[in-house]
């Protein structure tokens, strides 16, 4: 059989015009078939294309039908039905007392105001710490949004940037609350050679203890979550167990790039974390105490009726102090221009290179956490804290100062982000080593010169 015998693919018959000519079929393609879509399905009010979706009143046509409204009922009523028995109990108790008594009965463990009292005593305190928990881990969440939608801001106004200045209505305000809508749906991809159980873990070694250093931090004068007589102390050492979860990242992720991060990240914190401590020695000189609260207090009053008793304006050693804290808070917290660990010019996120969706949030959010803490530890040790900053401003409470000062000081970090470069891995080791770890003890010794000469 000849080439021109073979059977052409895709040749139908085709009957010329005139019959029994020669040639009566021509080899032609044919077209592909087309692609069946599903119907799509367009609302009848709108008239807006949905495909698969279902409107609100398809889907709860019948509530009751889906797990969701029947556990979310559940839920409302078990509140509500706990918050009715707890009140009638309380009045039952009562009345049932005062029966036995007018009768002369002895009353026993249930009728015993004593033994009552005292457990809903520890009911109201174990309600009362689960409030508080509550409130910080709030605090925290809603800072990571503020603090990421605020820094947008600023890059825009500072580096003329069009997109955070209209993408997301009004001056951006949903492009923060879509981007972690995004982040919570978004695939959680796990490397096929990482360590696993490592590498799951590895988010919450970082995210928990920013959560529990923020229990003694004072929020207005005398607004804490935790009571510490060592707080500062509590602080410092709570907040430097999160490098231990930045390694295990670098390290499980088995990317070249996130171990080179972790490790950076280890030296670069094990070494900023020396300075940052001594320059609160001098607060703690000053002071003769590590509880926030007696640090708090200690700055009250005014020196010649209007000048406030900062220990920002102990000199010399209460500025020196504050800017080398501030210098060390921003190399522990990976800011700019401490961002090493990352360096997405070299490492591409460092430690979080392999991580996505929400894991990555969470140390993105505990990196907010931080800067948040810092800043609270700032205010606290050598603004005042609570106090304010002339005697006829102290109707203000003491919280919204708190808050102010802490906020300013949150404005820095962001400030210097965008307009300083990053250093170099070597430049930053020295810049410790050289610069910033002489100039701490110089400040502890300045601080002892400072009280004899007060």
Known sequence: ????????PNAIPVHSSTEGQVGGSIPQV????????PKPVYSKKAGKLLKTRLWPTERWANPWSQPEYRNAAFQL??????DLLYKYLLAGTALLHQHLAARGIPSGPLADPAWTGAALRTGAEVAWTAFKVILVVGVINVNGLWAVWWERKLSAHMQSRLGPMYAGGFHGWAQTALDSIKLLLKEDATPADA???VHRLAPAIVIVPAVLAFAPVLFGTELAAAKLDVGALYILAVSGV?????VMAGWSSNNKFSLLGGLRAAAQVVSYEIPRIFAVVPVIMFVGSLDLAAIDAAQRGYWLGFFPRWFVFWFPAGPIALILFLIASLAETNRVPFDIPEAESELVAGFMTEYSGM????????EYAYVLLACFMMSVFFLGGGAAPLPFLAIVPSWIWMLA????????????????????????MDF?????????FAVVALAGVTIAWL
Do not use: C, H
């Open 77 to 82: 009523a078990a509140i509500i039905g706990g």
């Open 195 to 197: 360590d696993r159980a």
């Open 359 to 366: 894991k990555w949030a969470l140390f993105f959010l505990a």
């Open 432 to 440: 410790n080593w050289k610069f910033m770890l002489p100039w701490s």
């Open 242 to 246: 999160s490098v231990i979860g930045v």
């Open 30 to 37: 044919q077209p592909p078939a087309k692609n069946l879509y």
């Open 405 to 428: 000062k802490a906020l300013f000081m949150m404005f820095v970090f962001m400030w210097l982000r965008w307009t300083l470069p990053r250093f170099r891995v070597d430049q930053l």
């Open 1 to 8: 059989m000849t080439e021109e015998e073979k059977p052409k």
